[in-house]
């Protein structure tokens, strides 16, 4: 293991779940977890903060299967190294977008039914958080997104309160670059399993993160200062923003 992972990503983890009241003590904390590089990354970080923490807390992996043919086995795997139970929760949402609805535009749409079979799951499993492996580079191409496509100054929050479902989702990751969450899982050998969507790659999230790092490219200061923005304007603030799903 790495001897610098304190300064390097947990120290700042830590100072986000403190500040955004992300985990306490008697959480039971669902990780949404895809098989991806950030939610591997997720799962390895959470882990440490679970072993380091100074209060109680529970985690429990939870991947919805979308219908896809795929081998999760590196996923399953890997959380049992970590010792965090793993839930697969059995869905036909690929069915649906591209069998039954053939939508054109079809990420809009997954993304609901996506986080509708996570949060129900979470439910049903007594958790009262769900934590994501969202990042600083997703946070920022989402503000770009809704810029170009909704005219709205605005990204995901640190800490969400879900009212319909009565849970809080919670971002632990948020202050991380993408390339920091590549580098962890090159050097802890974590899996990252293929994305099987036909239109993976594809998305405008792809040309907002081209944009992202022609900015970076140019401007060396600027996750730093997109991330000053984000806390002074407020819309990362320390309280809890409350939604009905």
């Known amino acids: 293991m790495n001897r610098n992972y304190g300064k390097w990503f947990l120290t700042p983890v830590k100072k986000n779940i403190i500040n955004y009241r992300m985990i306490g003590e008697g959480d039971r904390v669902a990780l949404g977890v895809s098989g991806g590089k950030d939610s591997s ?12 923490a100074p209060f109680s807390f529970d985690l429990q992996a939870v991947f919805v299967d979308m219908g896809w043919e795929i081998d999760i086995t590196p996923l399953e795997n890997l959380c049992s190294r970590l010792e965090i139970p793993l839930h697969v929760e059995k869905t036909v949402i690929s069915r649906i977008v591209f069998e039954r609805r053939k939508e054109k535009n079809p990420c809009s749409l997954c993304s609901k039914l996506r986080r509708g079979a996570l949060h129900k799951s979470s439910v049903e499993l007594n958790c009262n958080k769900v934590a994501l492996g969202h990042h600083l580079d997703d946070a920022i191409q989402t503000y770009l997104l809704n810029i170009l496509h909704a005219g709205r100054m605005d990204t995901f929050k640190p800490n969400t309160y879900l009212s319909r479902r009565q849970i809080y989702l919670v971002r632990p990751l948020i202050g991380l670059r993408e390339s920091t969450i590549s580098s962890l899982v090159q050097a802890e050998g974590l899996p990252s399993l293929a994305n099987p969507c036909p239109v993976s790659g594809k998305t405008e999230r792809r040309a907002m ?37």
């Open 209 to 245: 993160g081209e944009i992202v790092d022609f900015m970076v490219s140019r401007h060396p200061e600027f996750y730093r200062r997109f991330m000053t923005a984000f806390k002074k304007t407020g819309i990362w603030s320390q309280e809890v923003f409350r939604v009905e799903d």
């Open 41 to 52: 990354a997720l799962l390895f970080i959470m882990a440490l903060v679970h072993k380091h």
